[in-house]
């Protein structure tokens, strides 16, 4: 097989810091070529050379596809030549059509005319290729993440990609939505279109990848074939961090004591449709020093249920009671909900976890400013060192805590996030997703504080859409579907093929 | 936990220190070198005493009206009916004190409760409906010019008792006035310079005793050395005129009690946080339609407030008062640095956004420009200020 490109000695440099360093990755034509490494270790920036948002110029190095020496200007180029970027963000306008959407800077059209017959008829081919069940006059927003994803692809291949380059194409996408995304790009191999993957997701990695490269701080470490000998997950990761991780989550053996947290027959309906239970008559506890998971899919209510608890953040008409410490409580508003004692660290920390233009200090404080101020005038000496504080113990990456929290990775910007509803003092933290989009090495860390918070009494539920990181974690697992509770599983018996069966089988008890 | 010591921050050095807080101090620089400019153009007419005079009081209302709107921009809304506002209240004033012969005080009483109520009935709209500030303040900018016509019949209704002309005319009394200077007046200037660098003193050794300093030492000499110098001259320049104005000593009050309450309080730190964030702040547990409610019935106060000084300066409530204040209000706070995002923006840089706008005006005006000319002058400055400040952040 030829190699479909070849990038070789890529350095960039931004000011003083050096970003790639003599970085060379070449893809063969037709083959699934997965790019993993920590968060900031040049994934994005090699992405953004080969795609020409930095132009040919600013950077040292060749880059050879299809055969020639290619000099990009810019995305157009690239884009001309079968070369597409789906970011992690995906770039679609909410209030436009599926149709419109895939056609935005192309549509077919007669002098000057939009084609509305061949972009409806094209739009459906394309659909019908990516699997995508949906009438082309959707509105991007009335449909799901993982759906919208498959837009985007729909879109690439409008533009007869050659070369489809994706970014954490599954970081927002449930088991079956990844599942059926992954399978897509299998199928494009047989057609001969290359993919480049950049992924966290390890296990999805070794499922379809030919050959995966590592990068770390900027380097090519390693380029690994899968296709001759099966690879070890634990091989990549230690290549990715360069030290051995024993365990991708830390031993714990948890102390449950009494029962904190209580809901019963909780029920939520849509905001904007009354009378579609979102949550479904839900009765769940947690007790001191717990750690519980919910499971489900993307959709299944999980983060719906937990929004509705946190000072009904979301929904209408939310019916249940309530209890702490068996005590029945109001949490009708978020001020109460924290005065009851509870904390909720939102799935989307940069649109509802921080103010990405304050420091981290202002951040840390946000949500108990009475916790550093006497009658209402905040103590900026008390406030540094409450925020100085949790920078060291949880071991926050940043110059100082005067830095804006905009500019921190994700895995530091969650545990931003963490500090804040730390220093709230909560007796039960709910953390939606609390792993999301962050590398193995802060994971590992962000695993070693929610022990810690299980160990110190508090009651800590977990969301996740990663089974591993739930059967890795939790000492109970419950399974979430369609808004009802439907299975719950003690860690000693709980396995992904049984969180899976009774995520399929809705009501099937273990 | 104050004894704890954190770990100190990197020292960037004098240069470093100056490039890295260039926004903070530009706008000043930015202000003195307009002063500078005309104060050389116009062969030393605008630091003359009775101009300096002048020049405070003619931007007193500006600025007043500029607190208020600081804090409605860094909430992330806007406010286009504060003209209006200030108009209407001059004129309710007029018809309560020429018409019915009402006493200052109550009068101008009901008019700060007055403007408090147009405030919070525009910012339920905004807080609790969610309706655009722009449409709701731009239906109030036409409702109270409106009524401010219906107030007044379309005439101009005057004069005001004495009581009330002093709001703005008059000056503050001195206890002890020899060879025809007033120590006393003077010795409030100092007091007050001394007392500002008392302040910085103390927050510099609180710093240092944590050892998160990062101002140099002689930048910090320096600079309270100039801010000494600069209040001393001016405070000297209006004391020879005629005194400290009124209305000068309070609006010095309120700046001082808005910088304090944004910079120091929960209520302030909440309200930037609505401003960055609006649904994490939410989230947070802050009470952000109540907060933005509030910002709003403040702004009504302080647009009450600059309509009475307004209408006491000119001593006649005139259906033209307040025709254009909200946009010269609002000039002045993007020009003192504040976001149309929201989030940003401090209570120093719209008072000084406020006298940059005054001195061009004033310093023009000597000049012999036409109003036609200022106006695109103006235009050109606010344009070039903002695109300064964007392109000093994407560096």
């Given at each position: 097989?030829?190699?479909?490109?070849?990038?070789?000695?890529?350095?960039?440099?931004?000011?003083?810091?050096?970003?790639?360093?003599?970085?060379?990755?070449?893809?063969?034509?037709?083959?699934?070529?997965?790019?993993?490494?920590?968060?900031?270790?040049?994934?994005?920036?090699?992405?953004?050379?080969?795609?020409?948002?930095?132009?040919?110029g600013s950077y040292e190095g060749s880059i050879r596809y299809d055969g020639q020496e290619r000099q990009f200007r810019g995305i157009n180029d690239t884009e001309a030549l079968g070369i597409i970027i789906i970011h992690q963000e995906l770039a679609l306008i909410p209030l436009l059509s599926i149709a419109e959407n895939i056609f935005l800077s192309n549509p077919p059209s007669r002098f000057g005319v939009i084609d509305r017959d061949a972009v409806h008829m094209r739009t459906v081919a394309l659909?019908?290729?990516?699997?995508?069940?949906?009438?082309?006059?959707?509105?991007?927003?009335?449909?799901?993440?993982?759906?919208?994803?498959?837009?985007?692809?729909?879109?690439?291949?409008?533009?007869?990609?050659?070369?489809?380059?994706?970014?954490?194409?599954?970081?927002?996408?449930?088991?079956?939505?990844?599942?059926?995304?992954?399978?897509?790009?299998?199928?494009?191999?047989?057609?001969?279109?290359?993919?480049?993957?950049?992924?966290?997701?390890?296990?999805?990695?070794?499922?379809?990848?030919?050959?995966?490269?590592?990068?770390?701080?900027?380097?090519?470490?390693?380029?690994?074939?899968?296709?001759?000998?099966?690879?070890?997950?634990?091989?990549?990761?230690?290549?990715?961090?360069?030290?051995?991780?024993?365990?991708?989550?830390?031993?714990?053996?948890?102390?449950?004591?009494?029962?904190?947290?209580?809901?019963?027959?909780?029920?939520?309906?849509?905001?904007?449709?009354?009378?579609?239970?979102?949550?479904?008559?839900?009765?769940?506890?947690?007790?001191?020093?717990?750690?519980?998971?919910?499971?489900?899919?993307?959709?299944?209510?999980?983060?719906?249920?937990?929004?509705?608890?946190?000072?009904?953040?979301?929904?209408?008409?939310?019916?249940?009671?309530?209890?702490?410490?068996?005590?029945?409580?109001?949490?009708?508003?978020?001020?109460?909900?924290?005065?009851?004692?509870?904390?909720?660290?939102?799935?989307?920390?940069?649109?509802?976890?921080?103010?990405?233009?304050?420091?981290?200090?202002?951040?840390?404080?946000?949500?108990?400013?009475?916790?550093?101020?006497?009658?209402?005038?905040?103590?900026?000496?008390?406030?540094?060192?409450?925020?100085?504080?949790?920078?060291?113990?949880?071991?926050?990456?940043?110059?100082?805590?005067?830095?804006?929290?905009?500019?921190?990775?994700?895995?530091?910007?969650?545990?931003?996030?963490?500090?804040?509803w730390l220093f709230s003092d909560p007796e039960v933290l709910i953390l939606d997703e609390p792993t999301r989009g962050i590398d193995v090495g802060a994971k590992y860390e962000i695993y070693q504080i929610i022990n810690a918070l299980a160990d110190a009494g508090k009651g800590v539920i977990v969301i996740s859409s990663e089974m591993p990181e739930l059967l890795g974690l939790c000492d109970r697992i419950c399974v979430m579907n369609e808004g009802s509770f439907v299975g719950e599983f003690p860690?000693?018996?709980?396995?992904?093929?049984?969180?899976?069966?009774?995520?399929?089988?809705?009501?099937?008890?273990? | 936990?104050?004894?704890?010591?954190?770990?100190?921050?990197?020292?960037?050095?004098?240069?470093?220190?100056?490039?890295?807080?260039?926004?903070?101090?530009?706008?000043?620089?930015?202000?003195?070198?307009?002063?500078?400019?005309?104060?050389?153009?116009?062969?030393?007419?605008?630091?003359?005493?009775?101009?300096?005079?002048?020049?405070?009081?003619?931007?007193?209302?500006?600025?007043?009206?500029?607190?208020?709107?600081?804090?409605?921009?860094?909430?992330?809304?806007?406010?286009?009916?504060?003209?209006?506002?200030?108009?209407?209240?001059?004129?309710?004033?007029?018809?309560?004190?020429?018409?019915?012969?009402?006493?200052?005080?109550?009068?101008?009483?009901?008019?700060?409760?007055?403007?408090?109520?147009?405030?919070?009935?525009?910012?339920?709209?905004?807080?609790?409906?969610?309706?655009?500030?722009?449409?709701?303040?731009?239906?109030?900018?036409?409702?109270?010019?409106g009524l401010m016509l219906a107030v007044l019949s379309g005439q101009s209704v005057g004069p005001f008792p004495v009581a009330f002309q002093r709001l703005s005319s008059g000056f503050l009394p001195d206890l002890s006035e020899v060879g025809g200077f007033r120590w006393s007046s003077m010795l409030l200037g100092v007091l007050l310079a001394l007392a500002l660098v008392a302040v910085n003193v103390r927050n510099r050794r609180r710093r240092e005793q944590h050892g998160v300093e990062a101002e140099?030492?002689?930048?910090?000499?320096?600079?309270?050395?100039?801010?000494?110098?600069?209040?001393?001259?001016?405070?000297?320049?209006?004391?020879?005129?005629?005194?400290?104005?009124?209305?000068?000593?309070?609006?010095?009050?309120?700046?001082?009690?808005?910088?304090?309450?944004?910079?120091?309080?929960?209520?302030?730190?909440?309200?930037?946080?609505?401003?960055?964030?609006?649904?994490?702040?939410?989230?947070?547990?802050?009470?952000?339609?109540?907060?933005?409610?509030?910002?709003?019935?403040?702004?009504?106060?302080?647009?009450?407030?600059?309509?009475?000084?307004?209408?006491?300066?000119?001593?006649?409530?005139?259906?033209?008062?307040?025709?254009?204040?909200?946009?010269?209000?609002?000039?002045?706070?993007?020009?003192?640095?504040?976001?149309?995002?929201?989030?940003?923006?401090?209570?120093?840089?719209?008072?000084?956004?406020?006298?940059?706008?005054?001195?061009?005006?004033?310093?023009?005006?000597?000049?012999?420009?036409?109003?036609?000319?200022?106006?695109?002058?103006?235009?050109?400055?606010?344009?070039?200020?903002?695109?300064?400040?964007?392109?000093?952040?994407?560096?």
């Amino acid at each position: 097989m030829a190699d479909i490109l070849d990038m070789r000695g890529i350095t960039k440099r931004f000011g003083p810091v050096t970003a790639l360093r003599d970085v060379s990755l070449t893809v063969r034509t037709g083959e699934i070529h997965a790019l993993v490494g920590e968060n900031g270790a040049g994934k994005s920036t090699l992405m953004k050379v080969l795609s020409g948002v930095y132009p040919a110029g600013s950077y040292e190095g060749s880059i050879r596809y299809d055969g020639q020496e290619r000099q990009f200007r810019g995305i157009n180029d690239t884009e001309a030549l079968g070369i597409i970027i789906i970011h992690q963000e995906l770039a679609l306008i909410p209030l436009l059509s599926i149709a419109e959407n895939i056609f935005l800077s192309n549509p077919p059209s007669r002098f000057g005319v939009i084609d509305r017959d061949a972009v409806h008829m094209r739009t459906v081919a394309l659909l019908a290729k990516v699997g995508l069940q949906e009438s082309p006059d959707t509105l991007v927003t009335d449909i799901g993440v993982g759906k919208q994803q498959l837009v985007e692809i729909a879109k690439a291949l409008s533009k007869r990609v050659r070369l489809l380059i994706l970014d954490e194409p599954t970081a927002s996408l449930n088991e079956r939505d990844s599942a059926a995304l992954l399978d897509l790009l299998v199928e494009f191999r047989a057609q001969g279109i290359s993919s480049i993957l950049i992924s966290h997701k390890l296990n999805e990695v070794t499922k379809v990848a030919d050959r995966v490269t590592v990068l770390r701080d900027g380097r090519t470490i390693e380029t690994v074939d899968c296709r001759t000998a099966p690879i070890e997950e634990d091989h990549i990761i230690r290549r990715m961090v360069d030290r051995d991780l024993d365990s991708r989550f830390p031993d714990h053996a948890p102390q449950i004591g009494e029962e904190v947290f209580r809901v019963e027959g909780w029920t939520v309906d849509h905001p904007q449709h009354p009378g579609r239970q979102v949550v479904r008559g839900v009765d769940f506890h947690v007790r001191r020093g717990e750690i519980v998971g919910i499971a489900g899919l993307m959709g299944a209510g999980r983060t719906e249920f937990a929004m509705s608890v946190f000072g009904q953040s979301y929904g209408r008409d939310v019916r249940g009671r309530a209890f702490i410490d068996g005590k029945p409580v109001d949490l009708s508003t978020v001020p109460r909900a924290i005065a009851a004692g509870l904390a909720y660290v939102t799935e989307d920390r940069k649109h509802l976890g921080l103010i990405l233009g304050e420091d981290i200090r202002k951040n840390v404080t946000l949500a108990n400013l009475g916790g550093v101020s006497s009658s209402t005038v905040i103590d900026d000496m008390r406030e540094l060192a409450v925020a100085d504080d949790y920078r060291g113990r949880m071991r926050i990456r940043c110059s100082s805590v005067y830095q804006e929290s905009g500019n921190l990775s994700g895995g530091n910007q969650q545990k931003v996030v963490l500090s804040k509803w730390l220093f709230s003092d909560p007796e039960v933290l709910i953390l939606d997703e609390p792993t999301r989009g962050i590398d193995v090495g802060a994971k590992y860390e962000i695993y070693q504080i929610i022990n810690a918070l299980a160990d110190a009494g508090k009651g800590v539920i977990v969301i996740s859409s990663e089974m591993p990181e739930l059967l890795g974690l939790c000492d109970r697992i419950c399974v979430m579907n369609e808004g009802s509770f439907v299975g719950e599983f003690p860690r000693e018996s709980a396995s992904q093929e049984k969180i899976m069966r009774s995520i399929m089988r809705k009501g099937e008890q273990p | 936990m104050s004894d704890v010591t954190v770990t100190p921050i990197a020292r960037p050095g004098q240069r470093g220190f100056i490039k890295a807080n260039l926004r903070q101090y530009g706008m000043l620089l930015s202000l003195f070198a307009i002063m500078l400019f005309f104060e050389v153009a116009t062969n030393g007419t605008l630091l003359r005493p009775l101009n300096l005079t002048n020049l405070v009081l003619q931007n007193s209302y500006i600025a007043i009206m500029a607190l208020g709107m600081l804090l409605v921009i860094v909430t992330g809304h806007i406010d286009l009916s504060v003209g209006s506002v200030a108009g209407f209240i001059g004129a309710l004033a007029a018809v309560m004190m020429v018409q019915y012969q009402m006493p200052f005080v109550p009068a101008a009483i009901l008019c700060l409760v007055a403007g408090g109520l147009i405030g919070a009935a525009q910012g339920y709209w905004v807080a609790y409906f969610k309706i655009p500030a722009f449409i709701v303040t731009l239906a109030g900018m036409l409702v109270f010019r409106g009524l401010m016509l219906a107030v007044l019949s379309g005439q101009s209704v005057g004069p005001f008792p004495v009581a009330f002309q002093r709001l703005s005319s008059g000056f503050l009394p001195d206890l002890s006035e020899v060879g025809g200077f007033r120590w006393s007046s003077m010795l409030l200037g100092v007091l007050l310079a001394l007392a500002l660098v008392a302040v910085n003193v103390r927050n510099r050794r609180r710093r240092e005793q944590h050892g998160v300093e990062a101002e140099p030492f002689g930048f910090f000499v320096a600079k309270n050395l100039l801010m000494l110098a600069a209040i001393c001259g001016l405070t000297y320049l209006i004391v020879s005129h005629r005194g400290l104005p009124n209305v000068l000593v309070i609006m010095a009050v309120l700046i001082a009690l808005y910088a304090f309450v944004t910079t120091r309080t929960t209520v302030g730190r909440q309200i930037y946080a609505v401003g960055g964030n609006e649904k994490a702040a939410k989230l947070s547990g802050i009470g952000t339609e109540r907060l933005t409610f509030l910002t709003f019935v403040n702004m009504g106060v302080l647009a009450a407030l600059a309509g009475l000084i307004f209408a006491a300066r000119l001593n006649t409530a005139t259906p033209k008062a307040g025709v254009g204040f909200e946009l010269d209000t609002i000039a002045a706070c993007f020009i003192g640095g504040a976001s149309a995002y929201g989030g940003v923006g401090q209570v120093t840089g719209a008072i000084i956004g406020a006298f940059i706008m005054g001195v061009m005006n004033n310093g023009m005006s000597i000049l012999g420009i036409g109003i036609d000319y200022q106006q695109v002058i103006k235009g050109l400055v606010l344009l070039g200020a903002v695109c300064a400040d964007v392109y000093n952040q994407k560096r």
